[in-house]
């Protein structure tokens, strides 16, 4: 969809992370975890802090290999405004793997009917697309990563035979089709979110809605998005990295009240 509207560290002023686990790293982990299902301590703030709601726990339709999950939650259907929070199921429980980032979704909210054209964020679990792409060199993310070049596009044409996949081209594919190779700075690096593409459907369908992505803001101070969910810089970077396809991550994308419906 076109972006027309529209790592966790420190120095972005967000909580570490504070779990890391042998199954599931929590964000920002740069190596292995120890062997042997051991965890080390837990950091403890130097202030008392009021525990978060675990929202990952409200969760019932994941597959069970799922080993990570992100939920992007907002406080209604109509705002912009959302929140990503990451987690790791550890023997059995999800742990929260992140502090809870500030995102943005689509300039008209949630929708549970999303359709092409429509700057809407489709609400359900998705998984994340085989590959990860971005206009910038790969910043150690652990799927199979294709660094953007002229010709790059996402087919956003629901007349074409190939709507809603990754395409290179000499020519633009048709309708709304993105270069995504001039898209800067949101395609510095993004992951595909599933709506409307395998496993999620057999094949996507003519119009219910293309080229939706996990990606970087379009400002600084963030902005609404033409349907995708969208980060700070670092903050994308480190969930990028976290990700791992072994564990069969899947991302939820609800209003918070409706979240007990997946």
């Not at 629901?158 to 949101?186: C, H, K, M, V």
């Not at 992505?213 to 101070?221: D, I, Q, T, V, W």
């Not at 990028?240 to 994308?253: C, E, F, G, Q």
Request: charged fraction near 15%.
């Amino acid at each position: 969809m076109k972006r027309r509207s529209l790592l966790l560290g420190t120095a972005a002023g967000l909580a570490a992370p504070t779990l890391l686990a042998s199954t599931a790293p929590a964000l920002g982990a740069t190596r292995p975890p120890p062997p042997g299902g051991t965890t080390p301590p837990v950091r403890r703030s130097p202030r008392p802090t009021t525990p978060r709601p675990n929202l990952a726990a409200r969760l019932t339709t994941l597959p069970p290999q799922t080993q990570q999950v992100i939920v992007v939650g907002a406080t209604s259907y109509t705002t912009t405004y959302a929140t990503l929070e990451a987690y790791a199921r550890i023997r059995g429980r999800w742990r929260p793997a992140s502090a809870a980032l500030p995102a943005r979704i689509g300039s008209k909210g949630f929708t549970d009917n999303h359709v092409e054209g429509v700057p809407t964020t489709p609400t359900g679990v998705y998984s994340i697309g085989p590959t990860m792409y971005g206009i910038a060199a790969n910043p150690g993310v652990r799927y199979p990563y294709h660094r953007l070049v002229s010709g790059d596009w996402w087919n956003e044409n629901p007349s074409s035979p190939r709507y809603n996949t990754f395409q290179q081209s000499a020519t633009d594919p048709g309708g709304a089709s993105e270069a995504l190779w001039q898209e800067i700075p949101s395609y510095t690096h993004f992951a595909v979110i599933t709506y409307n593409m395998p496993p999620n459907v057999p094949t996507p369908i003519p119009n219910a809605g293309s080229g939706i992505f996990l990606h970087e803001f379009r400002l600084s101070a963030g902005n609404a998005t033409a349907g995708c969910v969208s980060l700070a810089h670092d903050h994308l970077v480190g969930v990028l990295n976290w990700l791992d396809p072994a564990l069969s991550p899947r991302i939820v994308l609800s209003p918070y009240a409706q979240l007990d419906r997946y």
